[in-house]
């Protein structure tokens, strides 16, 4: 039946490419030579048309073809998915039993992906606010505990260390009764804001005695006290500085002690041909450490062939495990929980770990209130 419709094809598509065009040019060559020529191309046309129509035919012939050949014999059994009733599939993939079972079986889908998505929003809401989680329960964990007062893990482990909240040890877990908590608030007492004594100044320096000692302008001085806060007085028409502020100032900004060599200006200029801008440029770039003397400035020797690449920068010092629990008298734990949760730098070399040195000087220095 196939082959036998294929070579009915072949003919029809034979007769329309081959037969109809020779048919229209005898068509038109037979006409009289006297006859008009608007009805010669009129018949042109209208053969034209004509072989256009047996195309579109054809087309539509074949298309019922395909679709005949396409169109599966297979008959399989299947249960709709969404009225349960048995019917025919003639494809693998066919679910339901009509299109109307197809549409309401994809909204119901529609529907539940809205849902689940609504449920996530809710959930992620929830986690969100847990004191929702906490609210009901009578005992809590010391995490609970300090989101129940709204405090930090800490400030809590204080109240327990002073006795104000008392908790009990089960296994390695602190647990705490909301009761206690709730009854903490309802002993109230009187609110005073601690006093605390500013220490008086006695100790100036005046603005001259300033720009005498540390080689700066008068507009600097004025910029830096407005910036940084510096205590001043006036009497008789002077102005009086805070000789402990002033000095802290530029104790803080006085060169590192260790650097002993040092460029100005016009040494760079000369060495690597810099000018003034470039060379501006390049300290404010690579951070190099600066001094100034009286209106001169120069800067780190060292430092600068490092950025320059003359010589090789020094090695990061470091503290080994043990060095750094022998130093500040640590256990381990104590010292990993420190380097964690602070973000000390460390470096793995081998299967040793090692901290850097300055990092950790520098976190258990004693505190210091300017």
Known sequence: MALFTGAFFVAQVSLIIVAKPFYAIFCTS????????????GKVVENFYAILRDFTEL?????????????????????????KQEFIAHKTTTTCCSHRCANLLYKQKKREASIRANNQVVEKAIKEKPIAKIRDKPILTITEAATYI?????????????????????????????????NLFNKSIEFK??????????????????????GVKDSWIFHIAKEHNIPRTFHRAKTYWSKKHIDDYFAKKAPDPEIKEWY???????????????????????????KKVGIMVYYSKKHVDIA????APEEPKY????????????????????????????????KYTKILRAELDKFFEPPKIE
């Open 30 to 41: 037979c006409v009289p030579h006297h006859e008009n020529p608007r009805i010669i191309v």
């Open 59 to 83: 087309y539509k012939n074949i298309g019922e073809i395909r679709r005949n050949n396409m169109s599966s014999n297979i008959e399989i059994r299947r249960i709709c998915a969404w009225c």
């Open 150 to 182: 709204g405090v930090t893990r800490p400030t809590l482990y204080g109240y327990l260390k002073r006795g104000e909240l008392k908790a009990t040890r089960l296994g390695y877990k602190f647990l705490l009764k909301k009761e206690d908590i709730d």
């Open 193 to 214: 804001i601690p006093v605390r004594d500013k220490p008086s100044i006695n100790d100036f320096y005046t603005t001259a005695e300033v720009k005498e000692k540390y």
């Open 264 to 290: 100005s200006t016009q040494d760079m200029q000369e060495k690597f041909g810099m000018t003034l801008t470039a060379i501006y440029s390049f300290v404010s770039k690579n951070a190099i450490p600066k």
């Open 308 to 311: 320059k690449g003359l010589i």
């Open 319 to 350: 503290y080994t495990i043990a060095e750094a629990m022998e130093r500040f008298n640590l256990t381990r734990d104590q010292l990993y929980h420190y380097v964690k949760y602070h973000n000390i730098p460390r470096v793995k070399v081998g």
